[in-house]
Structures are given as structure tokens and as C-alpha cells.
């Protein structure tokens, strides 16, 4: 099993990498091109406003964003149940494959409405030959969407299954004295387990700015504890 799993280490390691790109690369496009996540945030109006203009592009670049969730599914599993982990680590391995890819469906979920959704609700929104009571039902059907599918399942949920893949891997890797990507885990997965409070805090009516800074930073840090768990794999024990 030991050479089984040394043939796979190269290909997961470039997984690890490939999935840290790919989900931040549709990330900066649409924070250069819509704002995000900022818009989030802002009034339908705006909102749709500025995806009708964002065109067809825009449309593309959310779909990309969607596969990178997706694509954390295969990784998750493919890292978590290994030979090793599983028979010296068998609760962790599996809680961690279930975490992930439970994870990567449910921000898959919430990230997609944006490709097969929103983009009706911003045409009735933008097109002059409809009236003021059909432009006010697509602001509030994109508002309650917004709410649950990307809040509640995508942001909330998504975010606590990522926290959660992410601390039992980085468990695994402490268990197998890989340090550095141990602690950058843990690290992750606690910065992105306290940005689920900004739904909640949305729902109560308060600010949710602190945690969006918590966010952010778990995101990032969920990159580069990708890369450095990559580039273990691909160096080897």
C-alpha cells in the first residue's frame, strides 16, 4: 500500500496546488470586475444593476468560481482517505473526507445561483419594457435568494464544513509531525469557523464587518495552507 500511496502523493500535491489557484483566480476577477464581496452587500438594485452590465463574462467567471467548490469534493477525499490515515487515523480520515466534500457542495450550491439564477432576475431588472412592479419582485426574489442560498447554505454552512475539513486534516498533519501545515490548518480553520458569525450577526441586525475580516483572512490562509500542503506532498515525507 506504501507504494500505491507514493504514487499518488505527486498528483494529490499538485491537486492541492492547482485547487489553491483555481479558486482564488475567479476570486480576483470578480473582485476586480464586480466587487465582490463587497456587493454582497449592497442594495438588488445595485447588485443587479452591475451584473447585467458585467455581461456574459461575469456569468463565466461565477460558474468558475462554482467547479473550484466542486472540485473540492474529489481533493478532500482523495487527501483524507489515504492508506496510512485511514489505518492509523480511521475517525479523522473519514470525518475529514465527509467534512470536505460535504463542504464543497454546499458552497458549490450557494456560488451557482449566480450562473443559472441571478442572470434572469438582472435582465427583467435591466429591461425598460418591464414595469416597476416586475423590477421590485426580482430585487426582492435576488434579496431572499442572496439570504439563503448564498448566507445560509453557502456562506454558513459552506464555511463551517470547510473550518471542519480543514481542523481534522490539520489534525492528521500533526499526527504526522508536518508542523508548519498543521498550525497554518488550524489557524485557517479558526479564522474561517469565526466568519460564519457574520451571518448571524446579519440576521440580528447588527454589522457584520469583524467577521468579513475573519473571512477574508481564512480564505486566504485556506490557500496557502493548500500550497503548503501541496508542496509536502510533492517533496514527500
Known sequence: MSDIANQRRPLLGAGAIALAIG??????????TYNYPAILRQPASEALHAFHAGGPDLI????????SALALIPLAIALSLTPARIAQRPGLAVGAAIAGALAGAMQAVGLFRWTFVVPDLARVH????ESDAARAAA????AVLNAYGGVAIGEHLGQLLTALFVAQLAALQGFERR???AALGLLTATAIAAGTGEALALALGRSGDLFSLFTIAGFAGLALWLIATGVGLLRGR
Not at 479558486?23 to 476586480?32: D, I, R, T
Not at 430585487?139 to 435576488?142: D, L, Q, W, Y
Open 23 to 32: 479558486f482564488n483566480a475567479p476570486y480576483a476577477l470578480l473582485a476586480a
Open 126 to 129: 435591466a429591461d425598460p419594457a
Open 60 to 67: 463565466w467567471t461565477w460558474y468558475a468560481f462554482g467547479v
Open 179 to 181: 508542523f508548519v501545515a
Open 139 to 142: 430585487e426582492h426574489t435576488f
